[in-house]
């Protein structure tokens, strides 16, 4: 008897458009003999199958395990069908309005296959900068609209040859509707200039700029996501150099090396670092120096870590064959502004830093900075979550309103919403000049045309001098909700782990606008999607000058020694005092007194700044978080020992810096190590927020920690911290989608809003 044919019908929803999904379900359809049609829609792909019931469930099966690298599925519905008895199986033509999927592959890093091509002397694609197909190369840089088709991308001022066409044509192909398919025939090609913007005529601008960079120069290098600065990291001279000319006096530089024997030699590489290297994203790892090592001293002084990633298009992979150890690859831009992506632009705004530019002729329609990562705990930790990621969304447990939340004013990131979905933006970077908060607009006018929507609900921080705050203010005829810093940063650990709370939320950071007008940044919340309230927080201290006392953590020192000894203080024999000018010295603390311009802070992200300044470490800071992540770098894991601490019972729990800060005075006159008082204080505040979270679990049964907040790229501290509370069976969690520091609070601000706009 033979077997009974059915017929079925499955609809999966995803990133399932320009990603090779037909051409794959085509072949598996073969291989099970089953006959049909597949074809995008506006939700993503429907498939139609007929055949026997085992092919059937293996074919289903086939489709979730074996997709296509780019491929990301959602869901697949399936239905029983009619049975047609069509023969074959064929892939729908997709006609204009039906392709409508919102789901954008993120840009990602050039396949397998298509690395063996570039090297491969008899393809005929030998040694091209743009080779790509279905499973790789850019997506979201080139796209100015939806439907992902050639013509909405860059790519359209390229007309295919015959032979790119017969590829795109021919569903067996690798190159299958493969958008940005090209050739040394019909594509972009780079060329070489010098900073005055004159062509400069060699047979091989990549060799050409290999061997610039080899003698020394700087060369601005268009990529995927926008320009970079390179130097070879080995030489001195142009690292010192390029920091100069970009004004980047200490901040760490990234490099890039053809493969992992390159980065093994200089860094320490996990399995887990490894696999991140590796993966399609391509972000920048955070990676421990080997000593001594031949990179620049330079590159990130002061820090245990290198930030180092592999090659992820054609281009760097043959520019860096030419044997570099590594190459500096930073963002190319004068410190603080946006990248730049537009040739002209570059030459305007590069020109003083590079000798040279290399240079392509595929448009970037939105810049996409690299991602940067850290292994922790375990787990991923994005430090940025950009290109290679964006712009695939957090999926959330339920549909929610359309949602534009515009984010903070460091680290900015925005996020719009759509149904079950929260779209976060690429790395837009800090909102203190007229670039970044263009680029802030362009973003979200792109977001909302790509992703077809239009929000009813606007959510902002509190803070009322953020531009981005400012910007939201301004918009007319959209509900707005302003969201409180800290409670957004614990919704948005929430919302990735799917919780909803009540829970304890540990929201630690630099910044962030309470409700009584002080600036919080050390707060133990009681915290759901809707509301908050403090449990815990550190006493407020003045700020001596504000913001000026974020640049110079010796001002917070002295903030935290006056409140620890008073007038004392002048007795006291510590380094840090020696260096600060007795008049200056006067002013403060004549401000802290009679709290002239110094506002009011419970920040851990202070007291970090300030303990720094106490060990000595430095007085002043060239970027922000940068005296705390010396703390950490500093501290000798051994230690375990830790200090006194206290904390004042009440209606809201206060914790006093002052125990701590009289015992690392006191090891610090004892001569003790800055690597011990680190790592003393480091451990101690594990006790103590532990201690402080049983001591709320008693009294409000809550039995979930939520960690989030800037603070929390101290990997001493979040390792130590989660270990701490596991042990006291508490069941925490922590970012490990979008960053923990503001770059991922636009999340919380979305799913705030959702919920104060539902009630
Ligand atoms: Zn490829
Ligand atoms: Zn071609
Ligand atoms: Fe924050």
């Given amino acids: 008897m033979p077997e009974e044919h059915l017929a079925r019908r499955l609809k999966v929803n995803g990133i399932v458009q320009g990603v090779g999904f037909r051409p794959f379900v085509y072949n598996l359809a073969n291989q099970y003999n089953l006959s049909g049609e597949v074809a995008n829609t506006s939700s993503g792909v429907t498939i139609h199958v007929e055949g026997n019931l085992k092919d059937l469930e293996s074919f289903a099966r086939d489709l979730t395990e074996k997709h296509p690298p780019l491929a990301h599925i959602v869901e697949i519905e399936q239905y029983d069908e009619v049975v047609n008895n069509r023969k074959g199986f064929r892939i729908q033509k997709s006609e204009g309005a039906a392709a409508m999927s919102t789901l954008i592959s993120p840009d990602v890093s050039i396949c397998e296959d298509c690395r063996r091509e570039l090297f491969d002397r008899r393809d005929r694609r030998y040694g091209y900068p743009f080779i790509n197909c279905t499973n790789c190369g850019p997506r979201y840089t080139i796209i100015n609209d939806i439907p992902y088709d050639r013509p909405k991308t860059s790519m359209k001022h390229f007309k295919m040859c015959p032979q790119c066409q017969a590829e795109y044509d021919d569903p067996n192909n690798r190159r299958f509707h493969a958008q940005p398919n090209a050739c040394d025939t019909c594509g972009p090609h780079v060329a070489l200039y010098d900073n005055q913007c004159h062509p400069i005529q060699v047979h091989d601008p990549i060799v050409e700029t290999a061997n610039l960079i080899k003698q020394g120069y700087i060369v601005a290098i268009k990529g995927l996501g926008g320009f970079h600065l390179a130097v070879d990291a080995e030489n001195d001279q142009a690292v010192a150099a390029l920091r100069k000319r970009k004004h980047r006096e200490e901040k760490p530089l990234a490099l890039m090396s053809f493969d992992l024997d390159f980065i093994r030699k200089f860094t320490e590489v996990s399995e887990s670092d490894e696999s991140l290297l590796t993966s399609i994203q391509r972000p920048i790892v955070l990676l421990r120096k080997k000593e001594p090592n031949s990179i620049s001293p330079q590159i990130a002084p002061r820090n245990r870590y290198f930030g180092v990633m592999l090659p992820y298009t054609p281009l760097h992979y043959l520019l860096l064959t030419h044997d570099f150890t590594a190459l500096v690859m930073t963002s190319g831009n004068l410190s603080e502004e946006p990248i730049a992506i537009d040739n002209e632009d570059a030459f305007k705004r590069l020109g003083n830093i590079a000798d040279y530019f290399l240079i392509h002729n595929r448009d970037i329609y939105l810049r996409s900075d690299d991602s ?29 309103a359309s949602i534009l939340a515009c984010g903070a004013e460091l680290k900015n990131t925005i996020c719009i919403t759509k149904g079950k979905m929260a779209f976060l933006s690429q790395h837009i970077g800090d909102l203190e000049n007229l670039a970044t908060y263009e680029f802030f607009r362009l973003t979200i006018r792109h977001m909302k045309r790509i992703l077809e929507v239009e929000p009813e609900i606007m959510a902002h921080d509190m803070h009322p001098d953020y531009l981005s705050t400012r910007w939201a203010l301004k918009q007319q005829g959209i509900v707005k909700i302003p969201v409180q810093h800290h409670h957004a940063h614990i919704v948005s650990a929430m919302t990735e782990n799917k919780i909803e709370g009540p829970a304890i939320g540990l929201s630690f950071d630099g910044t962030g606008y309470g409700t009584d007008g002080a600036i919080w940044g050390g ?11 403090r449990a815990a927080h550190f006493a407020y201290t003045p700020m001596p000058g504000g913001t000026a006392a974020i640049k110079n953590p010796w001002r917070m020192a002295v903030s935290y020694l006056y409140d620890a000894f008073g007038e004392d203080l002048w007795n006291l024999n510590l380094p840090l005092l020696q260096t600060i000018d007795a008049k200056k010295l006067k002013v403060i603390i004549q401000m802290i007194v009679k709290r002239v311009n110094s506002p009011d802070t419970s920040s851990l992200g202070r007291l970090f700044d300030g303990v720094a300044a106490i060990v000595g470490l430095r007085n002043y800071v060239a970027f922000e978080g940068q005296a705390a992540m010396e703390l950490e770098m500093t501290a000798d894991v051994a230690v375990d020992a830790i200090y006194d601490y206290e904390w004042h019972a009440g209606d809201i729990i206060k914790i006093s810096p002052r125990p701590i800060i009289r015992e690392v005075v006191k090891d610090m006159h004892q001569g003790i190590d800055p690597s011990v008082i680190s790592a003393r204080f480091h451990r101690t505040l594990i006790k103590l927020f532990t201690e402080l979270c049983q001591v709320i679990r008693k009294e409000t049964t809550l039995n979930r920690v939520v960690l989030s907040g800037g603070v929390f790229q101290n990997s001493l501290l979040l390792t130590g911290l989660i270990s701490a509370l596991e042990k006291q069976s508490f069941e925490v969690f922590t970012h490990t989608l979008v960053p923990t520091n503001d770059g991922g609070i636009c999340l919380g601000q979305a799913m705030v809003a959702n919920a104060t706009y539902r009630s």
């Fill in 372 to 400: 940067i990562v850290r292994r922790s705990s375990g787990s991923n930790r994005f430090i940025r979550r950009s290109r290679g990621y964006v712009p695939v969304p957090v999926f959330l447990k339920k549909d929610i």
């Fill in 523 to 533: 707060e133990i919340l009681i915290a759901d999607e809707k509301k908050f309230s």
